[in-house]
């Protein structure tokens, strides 16, 4: 049963990030419909199986050949969804930290502040010299361009480069353009209550994590947040590891906490091949409709 409700909360969650996108792209003087922004946010899903991150770049392409939108300008409102993403995991971060600081505090501080501080420490322990080396390129690059930028605007793919730019500064802007901010807030409000509920309601699954709370629910959203965002195919491994990891404050032994983290994520791996291969075949449908 908890599994079952867990695909429902991902469902609507998927449908009201359809929606919010189609929030943003509204102030680029498009309307795209929302069936369409769907399909093409379960084809970004199913394309992050094959290699991470590809599926940003794949809904804006099939939305575009769908709706006839700019794929740059495209890119530029999914690169403003990410950051306010993003900013939302940071703040569920901070009220799961403060909610329980006792008991989650030290699990962040020792696997997550530690390793994290602990690598920006070691690149920065880089010669002066590197430094000099690369600030003396860059600043070489940019007196090179100012001398020879009439005929360096005339390269092919200078011109495609600053047209992209150009587009995805577009997309950005969205959301400071955006006249439905209220509805773009509740929709993301939605988004990561659905993810929450997502997340808590699997606990029930196995006998091991049926005692936690939503709280505790909430943490484990946003550690396997944490271990999605890893340069992985849609965080297999980073995933399982962080939460069974994590599960282990509780006195879940690793091998419960990985079955709760195999249940997690496979059961949305199918729901997302499962709507993805909806999507490709209404896609597919529309497009033969509008040849005929």
């Keep these: 049963m908890g599994i079952l409700l867990s695909l429902v909360f991902s469902v609507a969650g998927f449908i009201s990030r359809s929606i919010r996108w189609n929030l943003l792209i509204e102030p680029l003087g498009h309307k795209p419909k929302v069936s369409n922004s769907f399909y ?11 290699l991470p991150r590809l599926g940003e770049i794949t809904r804006c392409a099939t939305l575009s050949k769908s709706e006839k939108i ?13 950051v306010i993403d993003v900013i939302t995991l940071v703040i569920l971060l901070f009220v799961v930290f ?35 080396f690369a600030g003396v390129f860059v600043l ?36 400071i353009h955006m006249q439905k901010r209220w509805q773009f807030l509740l ?13 808590y309601v699997v606990v029930f699954a196995i006998p091991a ?12 959203l946003v550690i396997g947040g944490i271990g999605m965002s890893a340069p992985v195919q849609n ?10 990891l994590g599960l282990t404050l509780y006195g879940i032994p690793r091998e419960q906490g990985l079955v709760y983290a195999t249940i997690a994520h496979e059961s949305q791996a199918i729901l997302i091949f499962l709507l993805a291969g909806y999507s490709l075949l209404m896609l597919f449908l529309n497009r033969r409709r509008k040849i005929v």
């Excluded at 093409?40 to 094959?50: C, I």
């Excluded at 965080?235 to 962080?242: P, V």
């Design 235 to 244: 965080g297999f491994g980073a995933f399982h590891g962080i939460i069974s």
């Design 187 to 199: 929709h993301t409000l939605f988004i990561w209550t659905m993810y929450t509920m997502m997340t």
């Design 209 to 220: 994590t049926s005692g936690l709370s939503l709280i505790d629910g909430l943490f484990l």
């Design 70 to 82: 700019p794929v740059d300008a495209l890119i530029g409102t999914v690169i403003a969804e990410r």
């Design 98 to 132: 403060i909610a329980k600081i006792k008991f989650f505090g030290q699990f962040f501080i020792d696997k997550l502040f530690i390793p994290l501080f602990g690598k920006v420490h070691a690149s920065l322990q880089i010669s002066v010299f590197y430094y000099i």
């Design 140 to 175: 070489g690059i940019i007196i090179l361009y100012f001398v020879f930028r009439r005929k360096i605007n005339e390269i092919f793919i200078v011109r495609k480069t600053k047209k992209l730019i150009r587009g995805i500064y577009a997309g950005l802007s969205t959301i």
């Design 40 to 50: 093409a946010v379960m084809t970004g899903y199913l394309a992050n199986f094959a």
